[in-house]
């Protein structure tokens, strides 16, 4: 990334507490009294390694807002066959945002709306003030917000050394299409851990080719409106162009764009408020309480230089390394989809 001005990382709290509790279940930690406190000890890793590898400015984390959502008034359907997260894990949820703001670290959660509007909403920010920003998520719909300030650190299977950095030419290289295309190509697949159905027919590769052919969702539909539908065809196959046309298409995927798109304009706390150092001893106080021992992995947080490296405990930071997919043999399960 060339652009010059200070970073910002954001994360996507419930996306990476979700990673955690299941990367950590095999050990299940827990503190003096019996509370978990495994997905918020890797929650925590998170943050130390991201701010290890990228040296940011301020770091701000943000969770879905757990009493209401703005999405599910809109349409009913949203999300609604998730399955009833364990208790171990909501409990964990549920404390996060409490820890992290003990611990010193800006958290952010907005009534009704997600950790999604949040990165949306902190990218906007840091743009207007001249920054940069990464945002950390399991999340692909954050694609979405790439351009050039703003590149996304996607965690998958296998924990962070498996994340990738994805900034413009990389989503192209992997997805085909370019970031302001991405809620296009999204709604058209559909997204179902959201419950959202998309257009039959159009997966990823049939999706990218109809928006490479036409820039837009709208510009395809203009040129059926016309008559055009030849033109469509041969692009992405005749029963695929006919899907398209069909009744009551055009409803679903406009409804899916409306739900997939994050709000850039919420409330925020100032991006100084965010900025690094925090409190070492502040920092260590908070996490000791829960059981949480991190040590000399919290240095790039706390503004120490790096330990030596036969005093680092955590794993050795490995370089990003681009996939040509992202849909490997890492990436969750169609079972592990409903948790995130």
């Known amino acids: 990334m060339s652009f010059p001005g200070p970073l910002l990382l954001v994360l996507d709290g419930n996306s990476?507490?979700?990673?955690?509790?299941?990367?950590?279940?095999?050990?299940?930690?827990?503190?003096?009294?019996e509370r978990p406190v495994w997905a918020l000890r890797g929650l925590v890793g998170y943050v130390a390694r991201a701010a290890a590898h990228l040296r940011p400015d301020a770091v701000l984390v943000g969770?879905?807002?757990?009493?209401?959502?703005?999405?599910?008034?809109?349409w009913e359907g949203y999300k609604a066959h998730r399955p009833e997260k364990p208790a171990d894990l909501t409990e964990q949820l549920a404390g996060a945002p409490a820890l992290l703001r003990?611990?010193?670290?800006?958290?952010?959660?907005?009534?009704?709306?997600?950790?999604?509007?949040?990165?949306?909403?902190?990218?906007?920010?840091?743009?207007?003030?001249?920054?940069?920003?990464?945002?950390?998520t399991s999340d692909r719909d954050a694609f979405a917000l790439i351009d050039e300030t703003?590149?996304?650190?996607?965690?998958?299977?296998?924990?962070?050394?498996?994340?990738?950095?994805?900034?413009a030419d990389g989503l192209h290289g992997v997805c085909g299409v370019e970031a302001g295309q991405y809620r296009d190509f999204a709604a058209?697949?559909?997204?179902?851990?959201?419950?959202?159905q998309g257009v039959r027919g159009f997966g990823a590769a049939t999706a990218a080719r109809l928006l490479a052919a036409f820039g837009s969702l709208d510009a395809a539909w203009a040129a059926l409106d016309r008559g055009d539908r030849r033109t469509v065809g041969d692009v992405v196959?005749?029963?695929?162009?006919?899907?398209?046309?069909?009744?009551?298409?055009?409803?679903?995927?406009?409804?899916?764009?409306?739900l997939m798109r994050m709000r850039a304009d919420?409330?925020?706390?100032?991006?100084?408020?965010?900025?690094?150092?925090?409190?070492?001893?502040?920092?260590?106080?908070?996490?000791?309480?829960?059981g949480i021992n991190l040590g000399p992995s919290l240095w790039a947080?706390?503004?120490?230089?790096?330990?030596?490296?036969?005093?680092?405990?955590?794993?050795?930071?490995?370089?990003w390394v681009f996939r040509r997919s992202l849909s490997s043999r890492r990436d969750p399960t169609p079972g592990q989809l409903s948790l995130f």
């Not at 058209?188 to 959202?196: A, C, E, K, V, Y």
Request: proline share 8%.
């Open 266 to 290: 919420l409330p925020l706390p100032e991006l100084d408020d965010a900025r690094l150092p925090l409190n070492y001893l502040t920092m260590r106080k908070a996490l000791r309480e829960r």
């Open 63 to 74: 969770f879905d807002c757990p009493e209401s959502s703005a999405r599910k008034l809109e």
């Open 237 to 258: 196959g005749e029963p695929a162009a006919d899907r398209l046309a069909a009744p009551g298409v055009r409803e679903i995927v406009e409804r899916n764009r409306n």
């Open 301 to 319: 947080l706390v503004g120490n230089v790096p330990p030596p490296r036969d005093e680092d405990q955590t794993p050795e930071l490995r370089p």
């Open 16 to 33: 990476l507490v979700h990673r955690a509790y299941h990367a950590g279940i095999g050990d299940r930690l827990y503190d003096d009294r």
């Open 150 to 167: 703003t590149q996304v650190l996607r965690v998958r299977n296998g924990g962070f050394d498996e994340a990738v950095l994805v900034d």
């Open 188 to 196: 058209l697949r559909g997204d179902p851990s959201d419950n959202l």
């Open 102 to 136: 003990a611990a010193g670290l800006c958290t952010v959660v907005v009534p009704s709306w997600e950790a999604d509007d949040v990165l949306a909403s902190s990218a906007a920010a840091a743009r207007r003030a001249g920054w940069r920003s990464v945002l950390m």
